[in-house]
């Protein structure tokens, strides 16, 4: 990959992948049939369809249209292998919290990376609702076995000791099959998805500041969904229009619901030349479409109650502060050391790489912005490593844009689990 004269032209991105993930669990334990456009084909996604069949679940998927024949909340079978959750954490953590409240057993399984991610974080709250769930290795990480509990699950209170939208859906998730009310407070708000879905299904679901409530044994029913273009993936092209010379994109139909657009607010709080269009509601998400041109952009402290808004991008950010004036700080993102890698790490291992002067926090990092004074050319080319995480192989694709020489990636095919048309959709606007 090599460095471009300008971007230019009008892109669509894929649908998003946490609305993509929840509109085939919540369907498949609904009554009736949900439909879902927009859908992303991305292998992450494509994990959680596959859960769902082995558990008898009737889904058609034809490109971005999908059409799920939902059972009920009791309506999974037992499924007759292990279910194989791929490289998705989403996918593992949130069908525990229905898995725990099935009258089967089951076993949870992926690959290298998903065998390493913490999973204490739902057993903990899975045990106190009375659910039988034990890592296989004793380690807390997957596999995961999980068994019926006769006397069912419990409603509790917890107290979430971590902002995690996959904890607390996995929560919310098992409260719809306990006895009583299940309430889930966070440190911070993370993103809203489930709260907004499931209420849209039927679901008697509650809200007030970091704190959400769900009451059991609702009849859900069958919705039909559009699934906007995902945020995570628009933040790719948002910061390479900002830091590409001669640059001017149109990014239609994303998804800006608050929960998820902290990008946003930095990169704006940045200097960047980004403009929300044509703002509307689209299923019960705000959605927008986003107008960024080359910016003069300057560093930015990054901390506190924005980070979960903003974690899926902070790889992104950190590409955008390299091109920036001064330096950007980012704090109180250690759950970043959590991901499919520590992108702590592989962040500024990368960054290294390519020339810039950057270092890791205990909770996040430093980068010394336009540390190569070249012009343009803050970036060498360099090897990335990607350690296959798809987000960490985006990440430096956009850097190689500005960089001088050449750029290689060493699994390329790692954007496939959440953006498998990345590479068609930027070469469609690089005029090199
Ligand atoms: C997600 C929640 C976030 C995010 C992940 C998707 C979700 O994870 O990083 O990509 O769909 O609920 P955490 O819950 O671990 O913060």
Same mark, same amino acid.
């Given at each position: 990959?090599?460095?471009?004269?300008?971007?230019?032209?009008?892109?669509?991105?894929?649908?998003?992948?946490?609305?993509?993930?929840?509109?085939?669990?919540?369907g498949s334990i609904s009554e009736g049939i949900?439909?879902?456009?927009?859908?992303?084909?991305?292998?992450?996604?494509?994990?959680?369809?596959?859960?769902f069949?082995?558990m008898g679940i009737n889904i058609?998927?034809?490109?971005?249209?999908?059409?799920i024949h939902g059972k009920g909340l009791h309506g999974l079978n037992?499924?007759?292998?292990?279910?194989?959750?791929?490289? $998705?954490?989403? /996918? *593992?953590?949130? &069908?525990?919290?229905?898995? @725990?409240?099935?009258?089967?057993?089951?076993?949870?399984? %992926? !690959?290298?990376?998903?065998?390493?991610?913490?999973?204490?974080?739902?057993?903990?709250?899975?045990?106190?609702?009375?659910?039988?769930?034990?890592?296989?290795?004793?380690?807390?990480?997957?596999?995961?076995?999980?068994?019926?509990?006769?006397?069912?699950?419990?409603?509790?209170?917890?107290?979430?000791?971590?902002?995690?939208?996959?904890?607390?859906?996995?929560?919310?998730?098992?409260?719809?099959?306990?006895?009583?009310?299940?309430?889930?407070?966070?440190?911070?708000?993370?993103?809203?998805?489930?709260?907004?879905?499931?209420?849209?299904?039927?679901?008697?679901?509650? $809200?007030?500041? /970091? *704190?959400?409530? &769900?009451?059991?044994?609702? @009849?859900l029913?069958g919705?039909?969904?559009?699934?906007? %273009? !995902?945020?995570?993936?628009?933040?790719?092209?948002?910061?390479?229009?900002?830091?590409?010379?001669?640059?001017?994109?149109?990014?239609?139909?994303?998804?800006?619901?608050?929960?998820?657009?902290?990008?946003?607010?930095?990169?704006?709080?940045?200097?960047?030349?980004?403009?929300?269009?044509?703002?509307?509601?689209?299923?019960?998400?705000?959605?927008?479409?986003?107008?960024?041109?080359?910016?003069?952009?300057?560093?930015?402290?990054?901390?506190?109650?924005?980070?979960?808004?903003?974690?899926?991008?902070?790889?992104?950010?950190?590409?955008?502060?390299?091109?920036?004036?001064?330096?950007?700080?980012?704090?109180?993102?250690?759950?970043?050391?959590?991901?499919?890698?520590?992108?702590?790490?592989?962040?500024?291992?990368?960054?290294?790489?390519?020339?810039?002067?950057?270092?890791?926090?205990?909770?996040?990092?430093?980068?010394?912005?336009?540390?190569?004074?070249?012009?343009?050319?803050?970036?060498?080319?360099?090897?990335?490593?990607?350690?296959?995480?798809?987000?960490?192989?985006?990440?430096?694709?956009?850097?190689?844009?500005?960089?001088?020489?050449?750029?290689?990636?060493?699994?390329?095919?790692?954007?496939?689990?959440?953006?498998?048309?990345?590479?068609?959709?930027?070469?469609?606007?690089?005029?090199?």
């Amino acid at each position: 990959m090599k460095k471009v004269n300008s971007l230019k032209g009008k892109i669509k991105v894929p649908g998003d992948k946490s609305i993509s993930h929840r509109g085939i669990m919540f369907g498949s334990i609904s009554e009736g049939i949900t439909e879902l456009d927009g859908f992303l084909n991305g292998a992450d996604c494509i994990s959680t369809m596959n859960c769902f069949k082995h558990m008898g679940i009737n889904i058609s998927h034809e490109n971005e249209h999908v059409i799920i024949h939902g059972k009920g909340l009791h309506g999974l079978n037992a499924p007759l292998e292990t279910l194989d959750v791929g490289n $998705s954490g989403t /996918t *593992t953590r949130l &069908i525990s919290g229905i898995l @725990s409240g099935q009258t089967f057993s089951s076993t949870l399984n %992926g !690959d290298a990376s998903i065998q390493a991610r913490p999973m204490k974080r739902i057993m903990t709250p899975l045990r106190l609702m009375g659910a039988d769930i034990v890592s296989e290795k004793n380690n807390d990480c997957a596999p995961l076995l999980i068994s019926p509990v006769k006397q069912g699950l419990k409603g509790i209170h917890y107290d979430s000791p971590v902002a995690s939208a996959q904890v607390k859906s996995c929560i919310l998730l098992a409260g719809l099959y306990a006895d009583d009310k299940t309430t889930v407070t966070e440190p911070v708000l993370s993103r809203n998805h489930t709260e907004l879905m499931l209420r849209g299904f039927g679901a008697d679901v509650t $809200s007030k500041g /970091t *704190t959400a409530t &769900i009451a059991p044994n609702p @009849s859900l029913s069958g919705q039909k969904i559009f699934v906007p %273009g !995902d945020i995570s993936s628009a933040a790719y092209f948002i910061v390479a229009g900002a830091i590409c010379q001669h640059s001017d994109l149109l990014i239609e139909n994303v998804n800006t619901n608050p929960t998820r657009a902290g990008i946003i607010s930095v990169a704006l709080s940045m200097g960047a030349s980004l403009e929300l269009l044509n703002k509307r509601n689209v299923s019960g998400e705000e959605v927008c479409d986003l107008h960024v041109k080359t910016s003069d952009l300057h560093g930015c402290e990054i901390k506190g109650d924005i980070i979960p808004t903003l974690i899926d991008e902070i790889p992104i950010i950190c590409v955008m502060a390299a091109c920036a004036k001064g330096d950007t700080i980012i704090s109180d993102a250690s759950e970043l050391k959590v991901k499919e890698s520590n992108r702590i790490d592989t962040v500024i291992e990368n960054l290294k790489a390519m020339g810039v002067s950057c270092e890791a926090k205990e909770d996040g990092m430093i980068i010394h912005g336009q540390s190569n004074e070249k012009g343009h050319d803050f970036f060498y080319g360099a090897q990335i490593k990607t350690y296959m995480d798809h987000r960490i192989a985006m990440s430096f694709a956009i850097a190689s844009l500005c960089a001088t020489g050449e750029t290689t990636l060493d699994h390329p095919e790692c954007v496939d689990i959440s953006y498998p048309e990345f590479y068609k959709t930027l070469t469609s606007i690089s005029n090199k």
